[in-house]
Structure formats: C-alpha cells, structure tokens
C-alpha cells in the first residue's frame, strides 16, 4: 500500500477522515479551507520548484538544494500532524538514500516558520503509524467521530454529523 503524506497527515487528525480519505470519498474540492489552502499555496514561494513527486507517493512542496525540505501550510491549527507528515518524508526521502538536513513548516500567512528534524526514534513510530493507517484503511466501515473542536471546520462535517 502506497500511504501519501496526505494519509500520514489525516492519521493525525482524524482515522475516520483518513478512511473516507483511502476508500475515495473525497469532498475536500469543494471545501472553501481547502480552496484557501491551495490558493495559498499557488501564491507562496512562486521561484521555487513546488510540487515535487517521489515514487508516485509523496507531494512534498518543494525542497531547497535538495538539503531543506519544506511544507507550506495555512496555519499552525493542527501542528502535530504538520509536524508528522515533515518526518514522515524525511523517513520516506532516507528510505530511497536521499539525506535531507531537516524539514521546515512554513507559515506565509503568519510569516512563522518551525524547523523539524527526524529524530532516531521519530523511525520507530513511523513504522507503527504505517502499520495503523494499513489496518485503519482495510477496515469494512469507517471509525466513530471524535467529536472534536476542530470537526465544524472539516470537509466532512455534514457528511459526520448530519
């Protein structure tokens, strides 16, 4: 199973948006945060090389030199999975023999930015993230809702809750 960033990133948000997620029920094009996200995203950086596919799997936003891989987001709203899909593609990038110094999140809209680096036991977690998203995908039907304060800013509100 080929488990994008996007994936690693819901794994930290939410298990039942990751499913919907891997059994394409995807309502996110039509989300106006979302489409704020890409415009952000297409009028940051514009002298960078962005978009950067590696083995059909991960999208990393660009990477400066091939040494700082960077990750352009909206805002810090969600941090933790932010944090987790950087280490997630320095891991990916290390498993192909590509070393990369350290990621960085970039924040344009609150001119912020935060180093992350893949620290020796970031690996290890890595790897039982990747066996939960496997099992978590594979399920017959989706995980319950977290009720969470960051639900009524999702895609798939409506489609949880109502």
């Known amino acids: 199973m080929r488990i994008t960033g996007t994936m690693f990133y819901y794994y930290f948000v939410c298990h039942r948006k990751l499913w919907y997620f891997v059994n394409h029920i995807t309502l996110e094009s039509e989300d106006d945060n ?16 962005k978009h950067i596919l590696i083995d059909e799997t991960v999208n990393i936003d660009f990477i400066k030199d091939w040494k700082i891989l960077h990750e352009v987001k909206k805002s810090r709203s969600i941090e933790e999975a932010s944090v987790w ?70 895609a798939y509100y409506e489609f949880c809750y109502i």
């Not at 979302?34 to 090389?49: M, Q």
């Not at 990369?100 to 977690?125: A, F, M, T």
């Open 34 to 49: 979302v489409l704020l996200g890409k415009l952000l995203d297409e009028s940051s950086y514009g002298r960078e090389d």
């Open 85 to 154: 899909q950087v280490k997630y593609y320095l891991y990916f990038l290390k498993q192909r023999g590509i070393s990369i110094e350290k990621g960085i999140l970039d924040y344009p809209k609150i001119k912020q930015r935060e180093d992350v680096y893949l620290e020796e036991s970031d690996s290890e977690k890595i790897i039982e993230i990747l066996k939960d998203i496997e099992d978590i995908s594979n399920k017959e039907s989706s995980p319950p809702v977290i009720s969470s304060k960051i639900c009524k800013a999702c």
